[in-house]
């Protein structure tokens, strides 16, 4: 059975950091990309970084360049999503996901980021 399981969100200051983790399981995660989404209330949900496991490239949306960084831990199956000074539009909730060329995409249930101001 396919798994992604999201944890780490909570409620923050403006200025704070908080520190995501996805855990996958039921796929050949180092054959797969890890990308983290969030979706704000009456929002589109929108891509916020990504990263290739087999080489570790990373893709950073401009609104979290220089404050977010994305890694993995092959060995745990898991991706990180470091969050660094959080803002207030940074609020929605972040999930994961995980796709490759004829597999996926899969999607975890999401976890809540609170920044207040």
């Known amino acids: 059975e396919v798994q992604l399981v999201e944890s780490g969100g909570g409620l923050v200051q403006a200025g704070g950091s908080l520190r995501l983790s996805c855990v996958a399981s039921g796929f050949s995660f180092d054959d797969y990309a890890i990308g983290w989404f969030h979706q704000a209330p009456g929002k589109e949900r929108e891509g916020v970084s990504c990263i290739s496991i087999r080489d570790g490239k990373s893709y950073y949306a401009d609104s979290v360049k220089g404050r977010f960084t994305i890694s993995s831990d092959n060995a745990k199956n898991t991706v990180y999503l470091l969050m660094n000074t959080l803002k207030p539009e940074d609020t929605a909730v972040y999930s994961c996901?995980?796709?490759?060329?004829?597999?996926?995409?899969?999607w975890g249930q999401g976890t809540q980021v609170t920044v207040s101001s």
């Open positions: 996901n995980a796709a490759r060329l004829g597999g996926g995409p899969y």
